[in-house]
């Protein structure tokens, strides 16, 4: 699969100790990413901020231990802040509203879909 990006996920777990949400940031570094901010001539305002993002097997080691979920936070690029909110982010995030994990067939095949808005 060809990859064209980096990105940076920002995973959210709740803590029952401290009874707040707490942020993990993990960096990714071969996607393919598809979309972004902007006006869609075909689509229109709805579907223009969509964002379409295929994780390789194959190019990032240790992908099976990464956690994807719906209202998780992705970032093109790689970003180091720690975050305890959103709006922490000073950079363009989208929510994941789909996560499809493609782990069957062969290896160079597999990979995880994530939707995000």
């Given at each position: ?9 920002y ?15 993990y960096?990714?570094?071969n ?12 689509k229109?305002?709805?579907k ?11 190019q ?10 719906i209202g ?12 305890t909110?959103q709006s ?10 789909a996560?499809i ?11 995880v ?5």
């Amino acid at each position: 699969m060809e990859t064209n990006k980096s990105m940076t996920l920002y995973h959210k777990r709740y803590n029952p100790k401290t009874r707040i949400d707490e942020w993990d940031r993990y960096s990714i570094k071969n996607v393919m990413w598809q979309g972004g901010k902007g006006a869609s001539i075909n689509k229109g305002y709805e579907k223009a901020n969509d964002i379409n993002v295929w994780i390789p097997y194959d190019q990032n080691e240790e992908l099976e231990f990464i956690s994807f979920a719906i209202g998780d936070i992705i970032v093109e690029g790689i970003v180091e802040d720690n975050i305890t909110k959103q709006s922490d982010l000073k950079v363009d995030n989208y929510n994941i509203t789909a996560s499809i994990n493609n782990n069957y067939g062969s290896f160079d095949m597999q990979h995880v879909y994530l939707g995000a808005k």
